[in-house]
Antibody, heavy 120, light 107 residues
Framework: EVQLQESGPGLVKPSQSLSLTCSVT????????WGWIRKFPGNKMEWMGY???????SYNPSLKSRISITRDTSKNQFFLQLNSVTTEDTATYYC??????????????WGQGVMVTVSS | VQMTQSPSYLAASPGESVSISCKAS??????LAWYQEKPGKANKLLIH???TLQSGTPSRFSGSGSGTDFTLTIRSLESEDFAVYYC??????????FGAGTKLELK
């Protein structure tokens, strides 16, 4: 069974970088596309970006200057780094797998999410 | 593409039927997915392509619509259906965009 698990610090100081790991079991990240999504307090969901089976990436234009998604295929993990965070980056962060349709369209497996608070 | 989902909250009883609306700011063909969110569980893909049930989705769920107007209908509500529901468009990306969510509560 495909499982995704987010991990990382629950508290980050303003202006610092937020770094999260998504550990995947039951499926290789060298197949499909893999995404990061966040949900703000109040339930607004925002797509952040994805990394493909080949390592190419796509990012939300609203985050493009601050975000980086990378991977370690040997550990079957992919990572989110968000720089220069502010309190507005406080959210629950999810990693997810795009369903294999040839193109990255929608997500068929999600992690349970990790809450990150940005506060001094 | 902006996605407007309504209502934000919906109260219903088991056995009833409910509908949730998702409207796109421009035509997205049928490139819409619906998800279910429950506390402590991973989000679940219910429907894609506007009306295609994902494997494992109970048949009491249905999706309809194309273009700009979409509806998720749940017939004969069961206790496990009380959750938050989101729509997501994938016609134009980046970015993919989501509706604001509908919380379905027990009346």
């Amino acid at each position: 069974e495909v499982q995704l698990q987010e991990s990382g610090p629950g508290l980050v100081k303003p202006s610092q970088s937020l770094s999260l790991t998504c550990s995947v079991t039951g499926y290789s990240i060298t197949s499909n596309y893999w995404g990061w999504i966040r949900k703000f307090p109040g339930n607004k969901m925002e797509w952040m970006g994805y990394i493909s089976y080949s390592g190419s990436t796509s990012y939300n234009p609203s985050l493009k200057s601050r975000i980086s998604i990378t991977r370690d295929t040997s550990k079957n993990q992919f990572f989110l780094q968000l720089n220069s965070v502010t309190t507005e980056d406080t959210a629950t962060y999810y990693c997810a797998r795009y369903k294999r349709t040839g193109r990255p369209y929608y997500f068929d497996y999600w992690g349970q999410g990790v809450m990150v608070t940005v506060s001094s | 593409v902006q996605m407007t989902q309504s209502p934000s909250y919906l109260a219903a009883s088991p056995g009833e039927s409910v509908s949730i609306s998702c409207k796109a700011s421009k035509s997205i063909s049928n490139n819409l997915a619906w998800y279910q969110e429950k506390p402590g569980k991973a989000n679940k893909l219910l429907i894609h392509s506007g009306s295609t049930l994902q494997s494992g989705t109970p048949s009491r769920f249905s999706g309809s619509g194309s273009g700009t107007d979409f509806t998720l209908t749940i017939r004969s509500l069961e206790s496990e259906d009380f959750a938050v529901y989101y729509c997501q468009q994938y016609n134009e990306y980046p970015p993919y965009t989501f509706g604001a969510g509908t919380k379905l509560e027990l009346k």
